[in-house]
């Protein structure tokens, strides 16, 4: 089992900047996928960024070149850096964690943190 708990969010004006942390626990950390997805209000939730347990990452086209996404698997967190914000980035930002455990899917997700981006 892996919990994961999200913090960083808030409040931001456009063009401002916001860190997402997410710390997990487990001693397991490193073998999982690790990803931040986020939900507007009447929206599907979606991909933002996600870091293999290699380090290999990959991103939504709409916040490539603004966002960057990395991982501390000496202190189980993951981040997101989020720069240049946009009111389209306003949402509920969610960590997962995604892997398999001698072969058994495992799939985790946190409560959630808000950021909104706002004048």
């Known amino acids: 089992q892996v919990q994961l708990v999200e913090s960083g969010g808030g409040l931001v004006q456009p063009g401002g900047s916001l860190r997402l942390s997410c710390a997990a626990s487990?001693?397991?950390?490193?073998?999982?996928?690790m990803a931040w997805y986020r939900q507007a209000p009447g929206k599907q939730r979606e991909l933002v960024a996600q870091i293999t347990s290699g380090g290999s990452t990959n991103y939504a086209d709409s916040v490539k070149g603004r966002f960057t996404i990395s991982r501390d698997n000496a202190k189980n967190t993951v981040y997101l850096q989020m720069n240049s914000l946009k009111p389209e980035d306003a949402a509920v930002y969610y960590c997962n964690a995604n892997g398999r455990i001698l072969g058994t899917p495992q799939n985790y997700w946190g409560q959630g943190t808000q950021v909104t981006v706002s004048s």
């Open positions: 487990g001693s397991i950390f490193a073998i999982y996928t």
